[in-house]
């Protein structure tokens, strides 16, 4: 059985109560999934002094699998700690030969303020081709 719980605040103060509060009362929880993107505007710094990444530690503290949305902008350049599971996105060009697959090229990647390569996983980013 799944469940899934919101947490309707952006404000990373009110995040980690929240999240502290779901982790004490809920019957345990497994799986975090984050689509904050850390720091959107400034300089590149390290993850620790993030105020979301702050706000997330509950669950990392809890042994929950952190999965974190890469980004939409390259021009962000603010990314995930390695703590977080990050899938970010490539451009299939709406074909299912994957030899021509790239990185979109308006998904983020490089490397995070700690001067590690994000994401860690790459998946379609806007078409998914099927059979017909």
């Known amino acids: 059985m799944a469940n899934f ?5 952006t404000e990373p103060d009110r ?3 929240g999240l502290e509060w779901i982790l004490c009362h809920d019957g345990n929880p497994k799986i975090l999934l984050s689509l904050l993107v850390p720091q959107e505007r400034g300089w590149v710094s390290p993850t620790r002094e993030d105020p979301y990444m702050k706000a997330l ?3 990392l503290d809890a042994d929950l699998l952190v999965i974190s949305a890469g980004g939409n902008s390259r021009a962000h350049n603010n990314l995930h700690p390695t703590s977080h599971f990050v899938i970010g996105g490539f451009d ?3 074909s299912s030969d994957k030899s021509g697959y790239d990185e979109h090229p308006s998904a983020s990647h490089g490397f995070n303020g700690d001067g590690y390569w994000r994401p860690d996983l790459l998946a379609p ?3 998914l081709p099927v059979p017909i």
Not at 5 to 9: E, I, S
């Open 92 to 94: 299939d060009k709406g």
């Open 125 to 127: 980013y806007t078409y």
């Open 15 to 17: 995040m980690r109560v």
């Open 57 to 59: 530690q509950p669950a």
């Open 5 to 9: 719980m919101f947490l309707p605040t």
